[in-house]
């Protein structure tokens, strides 16, 4: 079965600062990988995914994520953050047949400092 | 575009009762519509999937008789917990797939329900 593990539960970051939210995973197969990020009271919003092709992905709010196979890892970088960008961050591994069945890390809870 | 809606957003009920909430794709057509559970500061852990027509595949210790899903239109999902107890107070969430293959789900923003 496919996992997700995000190892850091929250990160404070000062605004402006450069931030990189780390994610491994375990799966089997050539893996659908998910960046979301939820804020408080808003329904999860997808930021990039990756399924093939060039290993580093542009998403929405500046964000980029870059998919290492050797390393399992897809981590999540944006180069200035932003206070808006306080929020809750999940990664997500996707499988099944459509690769929609949705396994989610524990998340990282991102504070931006003013 | 690519809205969900949850209703409600926030119920609370007695132990015994059943309590349904529903998730609408407002302007797409969802094939498959998600329903997952979020406890407090931890992931979201997938329920089950569902297809409009058809019958709901649940995850794997889900109890279908607990968790009733009914997809009956192409924008409307329901999840019904029947004889909720205080351990099924939670964050449940759905998402909407707009089509085969397209491989983004949209969330709705969640419904918290406590049991007491």
């Known amino acids: 079965a496919q996992s997700v593990t995000q190892p850091d539960i929250h990160i404070t970051v000062s605004e402006g600062a450069s931030l990189e939210l780390r994610c491994n995973y375990s799966y089997g197969a050539t893996p659908y990988l998910f960046w979301y990020v939820q804020s408080p009271g808003q329904g999860l919003q997808l930021l990039l995914k990756y399924f093939s092709g060039d290993t580093l992905v542009q998403g929405i709010k500046g964000f980029e994520a870059e998919f290492k196979r050797s390393q399992s890892s897809f981590n999540l970088r944006k180069p200035s953050v932003h206070w808006s960008d306080a929020a809750e961050y999940f990664c997500a591994v996707g499988a099944g047949a459509a690769g929609n069945k949705l396994t989610f890390g524990g998340g990282t809870r991102v504070l931006v400092k003013p | ?116």
């Open chain 2, 1 to 116: 575009g690519a809205v969900v809606s949850q209703h409600p957003s926030w119920v609370i009920c007695k132990s015994g009762t059943s309590v349904k909430i529903e998730c609408r794709s407002l302007d797409f057509q969802a094939t498959t519509m998600f329903w997952y559970r979020q406890f407090p500061k931890q992931s979201l852990m997938l329920m089950a999937t569902s297809n409009e027509g058809s019958k709901a595949t649940y995850e794997q210790g889900v109890e279908k008789d607990k968790f009733l899903i009914n997809h009956a239109s192409l924008t409307l999902s329901t999840l019904t917990v029947t004889s909720a107890h205080p351990e099924d107070s939670s964050f449940y969430i759905c998402s909407a797939e707009p089509g085969q293959g397209s491989y983004e789900q949209y969330f709705g923003p969640g419904t918290r329900l406590t049991v007491t």
